[in-house]
């Protein structure tokens, strides 16, 4: 993903937050409680960094990263804390939190950089769990923090690129089913079987109009990100369905993957029917990008053929089944003769 500017944080000493654990804290809400499924005995778990969990008995107080926690959530797993955009400045739900019901589980930290160790330890957590986009990292938990989170629980990484977002989707699944969640409930099987026919009708979509081209952006006020299409999940699933995705040859090397970054001035490079626009609430909004004169002249900006990119969307069926139905939806209604 683009980097995002990071604000400073003060870890506090590993010793004094496991004297807090220790002393009690917070309680979950009842609402938030894990699943009751009944499971006794040991439970492991091996992670995509390779680390082998074991403990005593199933989590059942389970933190987690904003994207991670509407996953499990749309499995049928209730978090007691979440870190990671999941509160909009008004207040409101943040979209990367998905379903998740924020007024009924703790936050850790709504931002970049925040992470809030004393809270977290004080939630006497059972397991953290987040995904990474970069191997063996954590996403929004802080690399100062990273010893102290280790100190108070076991943590769990979902590898979210270099990997088939059906396959991503399917280790959230495996993920809850483990934490005790029934993966035979009826929304979760409801969910599976829509986000199926979601896929089915982009891929028909596909075939019917093979001249439609699609190119995936994000924006800063110095730069354009065009997406580069094997470092996304997502991206690459609807390249699989059939999508005609401009996508650049190659990333920026400084960027690790994910983008070729462009100039302003040379935001003409690659031309396409249709653009999407990284919706994230913290990315450069279309009208701020419509003051960039090289922007505005492109054709899918001149007919105003610009729908969102839900870049940060949680990795369930439920999650993507709605993507790709809104997606659908933006390209039946797009001219596809914009550009050659």
């Given at each position: 993903?683009?980097?995002?500017?990071r604000?400073?944080f003060?870890?506090?000493?590993?010793a004094?937050?496991?004297g807090v654990?220790?002393c009690g804290?917070?309680?979950?809400?009842?609402?938030?409680?894990?699943?009751s499924?009944s499971?006794q005995?040991?439970?492991?778990?091996?992670?995509d960094r390779g680390?082998?969990?074991s403990l005593?008995r199933?989590?059942?107080?389970?933190?987690a990263?904003?994207?991670?926690?509407?996953a499990?959530?749309d499995?049928?797993v209730?978090?007691?804390?979440?870190?990671g955009?999941?509160?909009?400045?008004?207040g409101g739900p943040?979209?990367?939190?998905g379903?998740v019901?924020?007024?009924?589980?703790?936050?850790?930290?709504n931002?970049?950089?925040?992470?809030?160790?004393?809270?977290?330890a004080s939630?006497?957590?059972?397991?953290?769990?987040?995904?990474?986009y970069?191997?063996?990292s954590?996403?929004?938990?802080?690399?100062q923090s990273?010893e102290?989170v280790?100190?108070?629980?076991?943590?769990?990484?979902?590898?979210?690129?270099?990997?088939?977002?059906?396959?991503i989707?399917?280790?959230?699944g495996?993920l809850?089913a483990?934490?005790?969640?029934?993966?035979?409930?009826?929304?979760?099987v409801?969910?599976?079987?829509?986000?199926e026919?979601a896929?089915?009708?982009?891929?028909?979509l596909?075939?019917?109009?093979?001249?439609?081209?699609?190119m995936?952006?994000?924006?800063?006020?110095?730069?354009?990100y065009v997406?580069?299409l094997?470092?996304?999940p997502d991206?690459?699933?609807?390249?699989?369905?059939?999508l005609?995705i401009?996508?650049?040859?190659?990333?920026?090397?400084?960027?690790?993957?994910?983008?070729?970054?462009?100039?302003?001035?040379n935001?003409?490079?690659y031309?396409?029917?249709?653009?999407?626009?990284?919706?994230?609430?913290q990315?450069?909004?279309?009208e701020?990008?419509?003051a960039?004169?090289?922007w505005?002249?492109?054709?899918a900006?001149?007919?105003g053929?610009?729908?969102?990119?839900?870049?940060a969307?949680?990795?369930?069926?439920?999650?993507?089944?709605?993507v790709m139905?809104?997606?659908?939806?933006?390209?039946?209604?797009?001219?596809?003769?914009?550009?050659?």
């Open positions: 993903m683009a980097s995002v500017p604000r400073a003060v870890a506090l000493g590993v004094a937050l496991l654990s220790a804290g917070t309680s979950a809400p009842p609402s938030a409680a894990a699943p499924v499971g005995g040991s439970w492991t778990w091996t992670d680390r082998n969990i005593p199933r989590p059942r107080r389970v933190v990263q904003s994207g991670a926690a509407a499990l959530w499995f049928g209730r978090p007691v804390g979440v870190f955009p999941h509160k909009l400045k008004g943040d979209p990367e939190a379903e019901d924020i007024t009924k589980v703790e936050s850790i930290g931002v970049w950089g925040e992470f809030n160790i004393e809270k977290y939630l006497q957590p059972d397991l953290l769990v987040a995904g990474m970069q191997k063996n954590l996403w929004y938990v802080p690399e990273v102290a280790d100190q108070i629980a076991p943590s769990v990484g979902v590898q979210l690129s270099g990997k088939p977002l059906v396959r989707i399917e280790k959230y495996q809850a483990a934490l005790g969640a029934d993966q035979g409930a009826a929304p979760v409801e969910a599976r079987r829509r986000f026919a896929g089915a009708a982009l891929k028909a596909a075939a019917e109009r093979p001249e439609l081209k699609v995936i952006v994000t924006g800063t006020p110095e730069s354009l997406a580069y094997p470092d996304h991206i690459t699933y609807w390249g699989e369905l059939g005609n401009v996508s650049p040859e190659q990333p920026t090397a400084s960027e690790g993957g994910f983008w070729e970054v462009l100039s302003w001035e935001a003409d490079k031309a396409a029917d249709v653009i999407l626009v990284d919706a994230r609430a990315s450069m909004k279309i701020e990008m419509a960039k004169p090289t505005a002249k492109l054709p900006v001149k007919a053929q610009l729908y969102p990119w839900h870049a969307e949680r990795y369930s069926h439920l999650g993507y089944a709605k139905e809104e997606l659908k939806a933006n390209l039946e209604k797009s001219r596809d003769d914009l550009v050659k």
